[in-house]
Every structure is written in structure tokens, then in C-alpha cells.
């Protein structure tokens, strides 16, 4: 499915990745896994984790949307949020994609004055 979503879906959108996946993706041990990784988003538009995006995600884990051990998920999802971003596309089903984490994230962006993110899997673009 993610490859199918790579070669079919992704194309008809302005693909974004967030400098706190990049650092991941940079972080990976496995030299041919990272360059795969790398080359695949080499072309996407790197959003940087802002004050203003950084606050946002202090207020996630404030209000315990986030737990602070999960700092990245909140950054990474804050970084979308305040960039403008309608979707964030995730497999992270534990912390990120999840209808409850949705709602707590967009109930935060409401009391910030931010717009709603919708946080979803690939196959539901």
C-alpha cells in the first residue's frame, strides 16, 4: 500500500516533510535504506521546526495530547499545524493516527487559533 500511495496518490499533491522526520530519515544506520529514504523525498518541501511550531507542540504535551517522551510526534505534528498543512499521512498508529489524538490535537489548534489537521493514513488520502 505505501508503495502504491508513493507512485499514484503522492504525485497529485505538494508532498512536505518535516525537518524532525528528516533528521530521522538521516538518522537511519542502514546506509542503502537511508539513501532509498532520502531519494524519496529528496524533491519534498522541508518545513522547519518554527518558535511559533514549537510552542503549539509544548501546548500538546501541556495538555497531555503528547506524552513528553513522544516530543517528536508532538513537534512533528505542530510543524504541520502551523505551516498550513490540511493532512498529515502517517502509519504511526500508536501515538499519531488515531481519532482521539485528532480530536485532542484540533482541540488545541481551536484555543491557539490555528486551523484543524486531519492525521491519517495513506490508503485514506
Known sequence: MTKEFWTKVLPDFEAHIS?????????TPD?????NMEALVKNFRV????????ELAQEYMRTKV?????????????IAVSSGIG????????HLVKV???????????MKGFSTIEIITPPEL
Do not use: C, M, Q
Request: without cysteine; aromatic residues 10%.
Open 66 to 78: 503528547f506524552p513528553t517522551k513522544y516530543a517528536t510526534d508532538a513537534n512533528h505534528v505542530a
Open 100 to 110: 482521539s489524538t485528532r480530536h485532542k490535537v484540533n482541540s488545541v489548534n481551536a
Open 19 to 27: 525537518g524532525v522526520v528528516l533528521d530521522e530519515i538521516r538518522a
Open 87 to 94: 493532512y498529515l499521512i502517517s502509519w504511526n498508529y500508536r
Open 31 to 35: 546506509d542503502a535504506t537511508r539513501k
Open 47 to 54: 518545513l522547519a521546526l518554527t518558535r511559533e511550531a514549537d
